[in-house]
């Protein structure tokens, strides 16, 4: 080449570029440094690439790594890799002293495609370096001597032999792949093209010490560096190349930025070439630093640089950030003191006002202060520029500083607030007196007003902020009792107006305005105390914003300064935040945690075309309009990682999130992979059927859960980005915890047929039982009746033979008649037994026939009228103690009445209801006192019997008014 062979044309270059050495350092870019502090597994970052998902992905000296704005998730063995690089389907590639890995980004699971062979003598098996993936799918690869493509899908390397001989470096080569899918290299023999049909790799240009190359899309052709720092432009059609400068040191990286613009990567420096090509300008100089520069990445979404060096990452800082702060020196400053106004010198330079009496001048150009005056013991109000004459008012006097004099006072009154008219008069609003304007034409105070709205106009108001419109009116807020805070001056009838006169008290939003400004379409706002209203030119009221609705965004409700940028937000100060409404009435608030210096925006306010200057203690913020806007850049929110706390496992994202109920302990880390400064972002979630309430985790993108029972769970999480407040558009995960297996369904409908088994089993026992029970009272009825009984009729029988064979006065007369009656008694009670013992008589119904029939037979044949009645008996039974219990109760009863009562009638009545047996017997005999203690056995018996049954009884009686008993037993 023929600048290669004349030393002194790159002493031209280089003469050339120290040329515009003072134009290129203005060029500068700043970087923010991501280490091994920030959890950077090795400040040696060898390469840089970003999935489809929007994941950065790191090659260290100690491995790869996943980087989602938070955290870094180490994947492989510790050790070196030789390469990184994505493929279009998602997989992840790269190289160590292990073999070739391949990396699903989306499952996260790790595969070792080729191994190294470390057991033989051939150093070409253990290298796979410089990794490319074309739009085939095959991985290219280089080691000592040979290139090398390997195809997953057939499991096939195949080997291109580049040199005869070894070199020291295994980075042999370098690809790119032009739009028409062809595949290029550069390497130790030149610039080379793969050629499909014959599969070899063919020498396009026969330059050797070419060390990085690019395809410019627009024009087909490439961009070359090389080892002594020249940049070339190739035209592979012609074969003509173009030398467009030299960095003066080998370039190892050439990208595109956008399709504007190229950068070029040496050991020590970032260089951008510009649009037309002509110059070199560098854009980051790590040289001072001892920084090595690895690898580049440019983020093509965001245009965005990211460096990979021997001390650590870079991430290029954006230059047009959405707040700024601003502190003043505190040389300047010894004491603390808040900007208390903002006035506009020029473009460069700012006057502020500060509570200390200090009126410092800022130029925004170089971030410079210089203190303009000082008044002791004073606190600035307000500040007007007018043909290089600065107005200085405070809350004891009115100053003007002009160009090159001391500092004059004109007035000793306290001010409240300055503003200048259409004909350069200084209206000064005084607290709690009349308005003062100082005609600086006649160098004298005048009134321009004819006449008040009434004599009492200034005494009875207290006017806060004033505002100029070019349609020539003066605009007042304040408190005005009478007047709903708002008034104005026509200039053109010389006349004060209360806008209360001209608009419904109803759309006023209180009586005390605070501020009022002028919007760049001709409207006024007004903001006071509670929210704040919307006027036309004509001061009639068109939208009124009450604060109440817009909590908690509007905070504390009161709104001290307003103002309207060119897009038509609304930009409102409180004491706890600055709020923006925007044209389409949302509504964002911005704090701290935004970058705001304070939350309180009750001082300094100032709006420019593209700023907006916010007064804080010992500084300002300043807000950049035109960057309002990033929120609708949002990211979408990702799910980073999911971790089993105690445990190691690394869960698969790819698939439904189920876990045992052991790993009920889970921690979910998300991101919105913008990869902004951490304190920027927020995030907040809820857990449904846990937590149905959002639940603001503050800027921690991870969320812990312990101890969580089983069941399916819905877990929705949304992030806040730093222009503007919650992303509605939510990231909803869905995970399971199994059951344990004593809370399994299979493990239910087991234990559910065991019990229904065992309960089987006792009910199967005890019909069983009872079986065998009613079998044995049969029995015994039966071997009653058929034995004694029958034994008892003999001798009843062979009784009455021997009565009828003897007489009367027979010696054995009186005993065979006694054997006769012991013989009918004998069978009388066997005749109960059988009835008692036979399962067939344990209904009510046989019970109360058995006692129905022996009651008649007795009641009867005392000659006593008896009556019965029996309800509801059908179907009930009963155990054959509690038969035997009320067969003699009522026995009992029976009795009582027959020996006692001289009763003329004897009445029972028996039924069911419910659980119970409800027996009432009475007699109309003589009665007795039921108070009186008596010996009587039947009242005692009555009640012990009834004790057993677990019943109750009621007894009712009276001297010749007879007996009641009302028994109530339980059949259950």
Request: net charge neutral; hydrophobic share 35%.
């Amino acid at each position: 080449m023929y600048f290669m062979k004349h030393p002194y044309l790159r002493y031209v270059l280089t003469l050339t570029l120290l040329l515009f050495w003072d134009r290129i350092n203005a060029q500068k870019l700043n970087f923010e440094q991501i280490t091994t502090k920030n959890e950077l597994s090795s400040n040696n970052v060898l390469g840089i690439t970003k999935d489809l998902h929007g994941y950065l992905w790191l090659a260290t000296n100690l491995g790869i790594s996943r980087y989602d704005g938070y955290q870094f998730q180490p994947f492989g063995n510790l050790s070196s890799p030789n390469g990184i690089v994505i493929s279009s389907d998602g997989i992840l590639w790269f190289s160590n002293e292990k073999g070739l890995y391949s990396l699903d980004t989306k499952s996260l699971v790790l595969s070792l495609k080729i191994a190294n062979k470390l057991n033989d003598n051939i150093p070409d098996n253990d290298h796979y370096n410089s990794i490319f993936v074309d739009s085939k799918g095959l991985i290219w690869s280089t080691d000592f001597h040979h290139i090398k493509s390997y195809n997953p899908q057939k499991n096939l390397l195949t080997y291109y032999k580049i040199l005869n001989e070894n070199q020291q470096n295994p980075n042999l080569a370098k690809f790119i792949e032009d739009t028409a899918g062809n595949l290029w290299s550069v390497s130790p023999i030149g610039l080379c093209k793969f050629d499909n049909n014959r599969q070899t790799w063919v020498r396009v240009w026969a330059e050797r010490n070419l060390s990085a190359l690019a395809f410019d899309k627009t024009n087909g052709t490439f961009w070359l560096g090389n080892l002594q720092g020249d940049l070339i432009n190739f035209n592979p059609k012609t074969k003509v190349y173009t030398l467009k400068t030299n960095i003066g040191e080998a370039i190892d990286q050439i990208r595109f930025l956008g399709n504007q613009s190229l950068i070029c990567v040496s050991h020590n420096h970032l260089f951008q070439l510009t649009t037309n090509q002509t110059q070199l300008e560098e854009i980051g100089q790590f040289m001072a630093d001892d920084i090595s520069l690895n690898t580049v990445f440019i983020d093509a979404q965001k245009n965005e640089f990211w460096l990979g060096t021997n001390d650590g990452l870079l991430k290029q800082e954006t230059e047009n950030q959405l707040i700024r702060q601003i502190l003043i020196p505190r040389n300047l400053l010894p004491n603390p003191a808040t900007v208390r106004c903002f006035e506009v010198e020029n473009e460069s330079s700012y006057l502020l006002g500060m509570s200390s009496g200090d009126v410092l001048r800022w130029n925004k150009t170089n971030n410079e202060f210089q203190k303009i005056t000082q008044l002791v013991s004073e606190e600035i109000k307000s500040i007007k520029v007018l043909d290089n004459k600065i107005f200085i008012g405070t809350n004891k006097n009115l100053f003007i500083k002009k160009q090159g004099a001391n500092l004059e006072k004109i007035l000793s009154k306290p001010i409240n607030h300055l503003e200048l008219d259409g004909e350069n008069r200084l209206w000064i609003l005084l607290p709690n007196e009349p308005i003062m304007v100082y005609d600086f034409n006649k160098n004298q105070f005048v009134q321009p007003w004819s006449k008040f709205p009434y004599p009492t106009f200034f005494k009875d108001n207290l006017f806060h902020k004033l505002t100029y419109t070019p349609d020539q009116k003066m605009w007042m807020a304040g408190w005005i009792p009478s007047g709903f805070g708002i008034a104005c001056f026509d200039f053109k009838t010389n006349q004060f107006e209360e806008l209360s006169s001209i608009n419904d008290h109803k759309r006023f939003i209180g009586d005390y305005y605070l501020d009022v400004s002028v919007t760049p379409k001709g409207d006024l706002l007004f903001s006071g105390y509670g929210g704040y209203n919307r006027l036309n030119a004509k001061g009639i009221i068109t939208a009124e914003i009450h604060a109440e609705d817009l909590k908690p965004l509007f905070a504390d409700g009161q709104c001290f300064s307003i103002d309207e940028d060119s897009k038509g937000n609304t930009w409102i100060g409180t004491a706890e935040g600055l709020v923006r409404i925007s044209k389409d009435k949302q509504v964002n608030r911005f704090t701290q945690f935004d970058g705001l210096l304070n939350n309180d925006i009750r001082n300094g306010f100032l709006m420019t075309n593209d700023e907006l200057l916010l007064g804080h203690k010992n500084g300002f913020s300043i807000l950049n309009l035109g960057n309002v806007g990033l929120k609708n850049q949002s990211h979408r929110l990702m799910i980073s990682q999911v971790n089993i706390l105690g445990s190691d496992q690394k869960v698969d994202l790819s698939k439904n999130l189920v876990f045992s109920r052991k790993q009920n302990n889970l921690s979910f880390s998300f991101s919105p992979l913008n990869f902004e400064n951490q304190a920027k972002n927020k995030f907040r979630y809820r857990l449904t059927g846990i937590n149905e309430k959002w639940i603001e985790n503050g800027v921690n993108p991870t969320i812990t859960f312990s101890n969580l029972e089983q069941g399916n769970y819905q877990l929705e999480v949304q992030y806040a980005e730093i222009a503007g407040n919650w992303n509605t558009d939510s990231l909803v995960l869905n995970f399971e915890i199994l059951p344990a297996w004593y809370e399994s369904l299979w493990f239910k409908i087991l234990l559910a047929s065991l019990l229904l088994a065992i309960g089987y089993g006792i009910y199967w026992y005890r019909i069983n039982e009872f079986k065998k029970v009613q079998a044995m009272r049969n029995r015994i009825s039966s071997d009653l009746h058929d034995e004694i009984g029958a034994s008892l009729s003999s001798i009843s029988i062979l009784g009455d033979l021997v009565k009828q064979k003897l007489s009367e006065n027979h010696p054995s007369f009186m005993y065979a008649e006694m054997i006769n009656e012991e013989a009918k008694h004998a069978g009388t009670a066997i005749d109960y037994i059988i009835w008692n013992i036979n399962p067939q008589f344990d209904s009510l119904e046989s019970l109360f026939t058995r006692i129905n029939s022996e009651a008649a037979e007795i009641i009867e044949a005392k000659g006593i009228q008896y009556e019965f009645e029996a309800n509801n008996l059908d179907n009930r039974s009963m155990s054959m103690d509690k038969k035997r219990n009320i067969y003699l109760i009522c026995k009992e009863l029976i009795n009582n009445a027959l020996k006692h009562s001289q009763c003329t009638k004897i009445t029972l009545r028996c039924s069911v209801k419910a659980s119970y047996l409800s027996i009432s017997f009475s007699d109309n005999g003589k009665g007795f006192d039921v108070n009186k203690a008596t010996n009587r056995n039947g009242v005692k018996n009555i009640q012990t019997r009834l004790q057993k049954l677990k019943g109750s009884y009621e007894l009712t009686s009276e001297a010749e008014k007879g007996t009641k008993y009302e028994l109530k037993i339980p059949l259950r």
